[in-house]
């Protein structure tokens, strides 16, 4: 015998199954920027800071409105962030030089989510006395900046490898 549910017990049920098909229907939705930001996606050029904000075309910006960068995980996002420090010798002559080298990089996951190529316009910034130390070397620096500029096909994902380096001089020795 099937006990007989009373009309808010079954909304409750309904409710329930409703919200559990949702959550399964988000997850599995695609993530992708909000209608006000969709329209960068749409040019063939696409500009990333260092921190993997999308920079918005400032042309295109709302009347009155100041265009803000924004983080899109699906577009952009960095893994093997890492630091470190080494020595480096040479000799030269009859002196040993050695100097203290510290190393910041980390590496661009970029995905092209539209239906159209687009080129995407890493700008890191370069602390002064630093130097820019990545394979591909960037297609230009301007001032403190490097830019890499990277063309992505349609639903493809291309990491880029991103270091600054900066060398301090240490105490030569002879040898």
């Not at 159209?116 to 130097?131: L, S």
């Not at 960037?138 to 270091?163: D, N, R, S």
Request: glycine share 4%.
């Amino acid at each position: 015998m099937v006990p007989m549910l009373n009309s808010r017990a079954r909304w409750t049920g309904f409710a329930l199954a409703a919200a559990v098909c949702l959550s399964a229907a988000a997850r599995q939705a695609p993530q992708t920027a909000p209608p006000e930001r969709r329209q960068y996606y749409s040019f063939n050029e696409i500009h990333v800071d260092q921190d993997c904000r999308i920079l918005p075309d400032p042309a295109h910006a709302p009347p009155g409105k100041k265009p803000k960068a924004y983080t899109d995980p699906a577009v952009c996002h960095l893994i093997n962030i890492f630091q470190s420090q080494h020595v480096e010798e040479r000799i030269q002559g009859d002196q040993l030089l050695r100097w203290r080298v510290d190393i910041r990089e980390h590496e661009f996951v970029l995905q092209d989510i539209s239906d159209a190529p687009v080129t995407f316009v890493v700008e890191q910034d370069v602390p002064k006395n630093w130097t820019v130390d990545s394979d591909p070397q960037p297609k230009q620096t301007i001032g403190q900046t490097a830019y890499f500029p990277v063309v992505v096909e349609p639903g493809q994902i291309v990491h880029l490898h991103v270091g600054v380096r900066h060398q301090t001089p240490m105490r030569t020795r002879p040898v």
